[in-house]
């Protein structure tokens, strides 16, 4: 059974920084594409960021491009999403995924989500 838990959300001020983590555990960790999304209200699902298996080639979104950083733990089954410079308009629910690639995930074909971490980030 493939498990995904995200961790780390909170409030903080504008201008803050967090840190999100995924654990993964149920398959192979490596090998497969991992990615952030997120989902304020009365919005739709956004697409953060991306990381491939063993190559750890990322993409972002514009919006994220210079203040976000994703990054994975293949030893530990672990994913991360290092937020910087944080906007009002950051924040959001958000959920890691896993796919076969990232292109994967960015047309939508997730294999699995974790449940979510909320990020509240005042004026």
């Known amino acids: 059974q493939v498990q995904l838990v995200e961790s780390g959300g909170g409030l903080v001020q504008a201008g803050g920084s967090l840190r999100l983590t995924c654990a993964a555990s149920?398959?192979?960790?490596?090998?497969?594409?991992m990615g952030w999304f997120r989902q304020a209200p009365g919005k739709e699902q956004e697409f953060v960021a991306t990381?491939?298996?063993?190559?750890?080639?990322?993409h972002y979104a514009d919006s994220v491009k210079g203040r976000f950083t994703i990054s994975r733990d293949n030893a530990k089954s672990t994913l991360f999403l290092q937020m910087n410079s944080l906007k009002p308009n950051d924040s959001a629910t958000y959920y890691c995924?896993?796919?076969?690639?990232?292109?994967?995930?960015?047309?939508?074909?997730?294999?699995?989500w974790g449940q979510g971490t909320q990020v509240t980030v005042s004026s």
């Open positions: 990381i491939s298996g063993n190559a750890n080639i990322a």
């Open positions: 995924a896993t796919g076969q690639t990232s292109l994967s995930l960015l047309s939508g074909a997730m294999d699995y």
């Open positions: 149920g398959r192979p960790f490596s090998t497969y594409a």
